[in-house]
């Protein structure tokens, strides 16, 4: 599948940590840490497990720039 | 300045494509490529520039995660 | 590939709208008109044509509700 | 009340899950389901139901396409 | 009609921008000013003009938190 | 730090309600009630405290517009 967004980051699922309807997922890519929030179910449907090869997809119109 | 998004990733840009009213930012994050789109009033005020030191700043709810 | 996003609506796109740095798709999904604004560099690395078939994707967060 | 967001879909409500902070919505709309991840105080505020009449309402920029 | 975003902020449309596929709305509530990036389409569909009453409507998860 | 959203607005958090990952900030902003909601992780690192000076943080393409 390709997607319009602009950025897919493959990395390694580090940590899954599940709330109540949503989880927090820290994936490892090339040494960056990114954090995405997704619903439990998606965690669920895909069997997303610690250790496992992920991407991260994020639209270019989701990433703002900051300088100091 | 602190902020909530869980993303904060620091880089430089590589990249400045001007459009009517937007702005596509590619930003080299330790050998990632992240493309951001942001308003040419910001390009502006923030005179960003290539070669300039810059982070990109995406929200956790911003992530999605997709598997092979 | 499997996407965390819960939205995944496959359709066919019948028009496409290029702007200076942003395109609108608009596809058709069961008769349903999707409205999607993406890059012209998605739209040109995606070889998108219209009549063409395509999903549209979309996050639960970024999903509204209204009433009347 | 008219809204910017190109994409303002008419459906029933189908599923209400309740989460700590947040709520997820199922849509039917004309057969196709549409999931929605909302705040709890919004679904109390607007007392949605199973089985109401409602509408997913989504911006074109929050759309993406992706392709086979 | 009600919808799910937490914030919705009625102001007076003080500007006007239009890009190629975007334009750029500044909104003055009680001397705040908000900007919205929304589509020509929307822009032409609603009949917006300078001067007119109009509500910014966003969601608490587009909404990020900063400190100094 | 100066980010390329167009919408920082400073105010007065008057309210933090937590959730099982995610919290919901209440922040006053010349008067105006505006809710973000941002995870818990975000809360604790900002040590962010009812009463305490916050911006909240919007992007042009986050604000739609909306006419009775």
Same mark, same amino acid.
């Given at each position: 599948?390709? %997607? ?8 390694? %699922? ?14 490892? $890519? ?7 929030? %997704? ?17 991260? $997809? ?11």
């Amino acid at each position: 599948m390709k %997607i319009s967004a602009r950025n897919v980051l493959e990395g390694k %699922i580090i940590e899954i940590k599940e709330g109540a309807t949503t989880s927090h997922i820290v994936l490892d $890519v090339k040494g960056l840490h990114l954090t995405a929030s %997704i619903t439990n179910e998606a965690v669920e449907e895909m069997g997303l497990k610690a250790g496992q090869t992920a991407s991260a $997809v994020i639209k270019s119109s989701d990433v703002m720039i900051a300088v100091a």
